[in-house]
């Protein structure tokens, strides 16, 4: 379970009979929009050429929580069932783990009793969880007029071009048109060479009231990096300037406070919009590093774990060349999430309830 | 409150009495020695020469939790007083929040009511509680074997060269002398142009058993990140080769399983010893960037937020020009008090008083 | 959601798709009985005679957790459709909320947006979920040899004698026959007056070892009771001999220890195997109070909430004259799951794992 | 830790340094007032000649969350020191637990590490703590207009009459003066006899709105029972008629909502405020067992746990003769807590901000 006062909880595995998600603390009242909701899953398909070819699509089935085409304020259950499932191949490589995924982990963890087909509960496909978690929260935030973009900022070692804020919210994968053809075509040659690659999402958050979060352990920035380190293949968080601020003095890196329309803003956002872990009134930027997928064609080492020897693997089987532009909409879905908790920590139900009428 | 099996609250301003920490679920039997603590917040002093003025020692006072010298299992609370203190400065630029800083966020948060003393609760001197709660976990994860150290991986552009885990675990600072002189020369450069200067920590955790951590809320690098944003003035975390591992194909950045010594392990260890959240073996690795001090003597345009005017601060008092050094046993402590809950999570405090009993 | 290490989270409405449960934190490696689920399920049904006309049987689909009969260490969803429902009868009064239900309440709560068919949320259906969540319970307990049982104590006036542990591990209602008896008869009156009468169930779990459980926030009383009150219609919550000890002087209600087999037992157990929170070894014993089925046949003083006028319910429908038979396998469950959740906090996943190999 | 938007958490020992609290998540700008927190300690002292002759005043020190007299919004810890302590006599003892104690549990729960003396952390002394959490929980409510108050209920076999809810706001241990005087006699009885005798405490909360709480895990009767069970020496918790309600017919227990100044209300409260584990609108009534103080004069027969032989104990010290008088307070402490944390979730910090400026 994560969050506080919204949460949700993933369940579900890749080949089991579904996947879903938990989602507690919606506020009654909000409308639900089972199209929107389908849209939003339907991003997590990413770029069709370099997807799995899993056809099914994904049909949210809402258990509970939604009443006359209203959340209730009760906890909504949302399944999705998996139709397009061929295990066998699982079957034959259950015994030697592939390099950089959680096959031998989850075995170590769970005593070997762990779902392995499609890698079981820690499958990419349990993110249709978060999107729909994500669904929701965007919902909740829209309501206090906070709107939430990822784009992609790079794919292997191209990467896109400084952006404004209105141009990341102008677009849906990379407002960099020209950036975004090159990381199509390394995302082709890494395809055609049978190997995957890596990239770097950007989320930014905008109309964020200031004073969300606090010290320590309310702080934004840790809420967010847990929230976004829940995305299987994240292996680097950062907000604002990140790690190159750490290359600067304080004298680049500070934000001067000015003021601007009557309200007190900062010149600069080197810091991605949080002090203190709190919000200060700027639009709120991460950028998250994704490792290439690592299920590739070409063989690789590894280990059988019954015999205890060496070996050799080589996957066949539908596999992503890079995960990245599918995993994009769930980063927004994650900082949509943990931005909606907090406001609800703040505000309270009661307080939400009346956002609209002021 | 941070932590599940193992917990730690702060409390304390900066300026006020005292700050703490109430460190909760520590496992009965374990023995305190209080030199051992002492030596520990020292660390927290840093180089002397960068660091603030402030003279006194922290001096540890144990309210509870311990009996005859040993843990008790009941909650410890350790508090520090606060001597050395001058509060006048405060009171000048309370209006005038510093760029970099939490006096704006803060101020709005809680109203105008924080402590804007020193940081208040914001301080970095409530780092020392994180200091003894790290303290506690060291002591729980040496029952297990398992050892934590970190080191300055750069100071702004400065870097140090790859190291090996052995070198690592035989310094106190930075094990690469030649660039350690560099960063010195680089803060000493800061410091005469009344700046300040960011930096990059890594850490390094050995001999953690695979296993430990699991999937999305309970994965081991969303702790790890969210604890390592704890700390003031952090903005990014990455873990194994981290952002460099988004620009790699998955044939580079995969860890191939060999069998070494009867055991299974990776030949490289770029995803940080971490895979699905979970602990596979190998040494986990982390890296916190840190921003420059927020607090400069360079004159810096702020608001005077009263009159509702820009204006300009021209700080005087007692800043640290970097505050890498300081916070590089925090990184420790805070990675220490991760793997302690874990490790706590999976044995069950009777799985761990049996540990040397085996 | 309910539990730390071993958690659970329901979800559903009586006239929905579908109630269910989330069961988190089950240890891998439990064969899971779909069949001894289902019998459980089954005992939710009560006495035919005095229960609800729903006909349709509880038929439990596991959603995930579960692979090759075991479970995985994974969540685990169950959900159960809901078939046999009529809620044109809700839409007549929804207006009127019935004295001693929630309908009121939730109303206020949920800003009017509740599911207020069947009691929606509220329903006493959604015990099914934690009958569920009390199945991986007593699975867990049972590798630790740990048994749970209760029995109805009284209904309206009528009670049972005092009964041996025996006697109640031999029984599935109320070991005591004669009352017993009269206890149906006493439900008869009531249904037959078109009333409903309330009842006492009691719970005793045995073979708890010694040390589980502690003070305040992890008092075993008070996760016991916050688990009891979880279940609709509960009013009292008392252990060993609970608001009768109050009359007593300190000499009549102190258990002396004695030892027995080589053991540190207490010779009376008055204090229901409970001491500062914690497992003294003894039979946990609780009583749990029942209050009537708010639902009569009766007619009875309401308010018209859109007219706001005083008006008069009569309702018809179909409802259980005494809730008592039908609660006490939930009263089992809710025991099963506090003790297993505490069990495993004291043992962790890989004590709990080795539990049988000893 | 107890409490979710509000919380608090113990610390210290009976005869350790101090005993004390961290209390977090109190909005900022309550002014606190010192001598009223100090008259809510001297409370705890109950009737005098009933209680310990441990002559020291209660002195809290407030560590943090205080400033300029008002509290800032970060966490408060407050501490008490303990000075008038003498251990020698719990030497003697530490191998022959007193009946009715947590003597024995503590020391199998901590692994024989547990600080024993005047029983430690299990100390009753640590209910200071749980006033101060009382004292600032009562400020919050007292913004939103609600009143708690308790009273004596029962004194071993003496019972006050029914009393009005205006009887019970007018009175500070008990308004039955008849009652309260044979209550105290048996008080005296108890102590001659060098025994001791238990009691029930009712509390009742007035002006708390409707739609505060809500089902199983956001159970009012669930999180108050926790907290009332928090408090050593309770075993029973009840509300409204409680175990009374279970013997009564549905149309004798169900309160008919009526109308009365324009408000929906019910005609009897036998629900005790609470429907669905929602707030009505109505006084919410608890009813608190307390056993009899198990350290008496009389010989009791216990075990030396090092010679694993029965054995006999003659208890000599400082004693109540009767907790009851002193709990009330803690009683009143602990509702006003959970309603405080459950009024700040509905509201958020923001809209409790606002309370008074409607």
Chains 1, 2, 3, 4 share one sequence.
């Not at 406070?257 to 080197?270: A, L, P, R, S």
């Amino acid at each position: 379970m994560m969050g506080k006062m919204l949460r949700f909880s993933l369940f579900g595995e890749s080949h089991g009979k579904a996947v879903g998600v938990l989602v507690e603390g919606v506020p009654p009242g909000i409308k639900v929009d089972i199209g929107k909701m389908k849209a939003e899953l339907e991003r997590r398909r990413g770029i069709e050429r370099f997807s799995t070819k899993r056809k099914e699509k994904d049909e949210p089935v809402i258990l509970s929580g939604v009443f006359n085409g209203f959340t209730t304020g009760s906890p909504i259950a949302v399944i999705i069932e998996n139709r397009d499932v061929d295990s066998s191949y699982y079957e034959k490589i259950k015994n030697t783990p592939r390099p950089g995924h959680s096959d031998y982990t989850a075995g170590i963890r769970y005593f070997g009793f762990n779902d392995y087909r499609g890698g079981g509960f820690f499958s990419g496909r349990l993110t249709a969880g978060m999107m729909i978690a994500g669904y929701f929260a965007k919902e909740i935030l829209s309501k206090a007029g906070i709107g939430v973009r990822a784009y992609i900022k790079s794919i292997g070692k191209v990467k896109a071009k400084d952006l404004s804020v209105e141009e990341v919210f102008s677009s849906k994968l990379c407002p960099d048109e020209e950036a975004f053809q090159k990381m199509l075509e390394e995302m082709e040659r890494a395809r055609n060479e049978g190997d995957s690659v890596g990239g770097v999402v950007e989320v930014i958050a905008i109309n964020v009231p200031p004073g969300i979060g606090g010290p320590y352990d309310e702080d934004l920035e840790g809420d967010l990096a847990k929230a976004f380190f829940a995305i299987p293949a994240v292996k680097g968080v950062e907000f604002g300037l990140g790690f190159r601020i750490a290359e600067l003095r304080g004298s680049e890196a500070n934000d001067p406070f000015v003021i601007k329309d009557g309200k007190i803003m900062t010149k600069t956002n080197n810091c991605g919009g949080i002090l203190g872990g709190i919000s200060n009134g700027m639009p709120i930027v991460a950028r998250i590093a994704f490792k290439p997928v690592p299920s590739i064609y070409k063989p690789q080492k590894t280990v059988d774990i019954e015999r205890m020897e060496e070996t050799e693997i080589k996957l066949t089987g539908r596999f992503d060349s890079c995960i990245v532009p599918k995993a994009l909409p769930v980063v927004e879905a994650m900082m949509a999430f943990v931005l909606a908790d907090h406001l609800l920590r703040w505000l309270g139900w009661k307080g939400f309830m009346s956002l609209g009428k002021r």
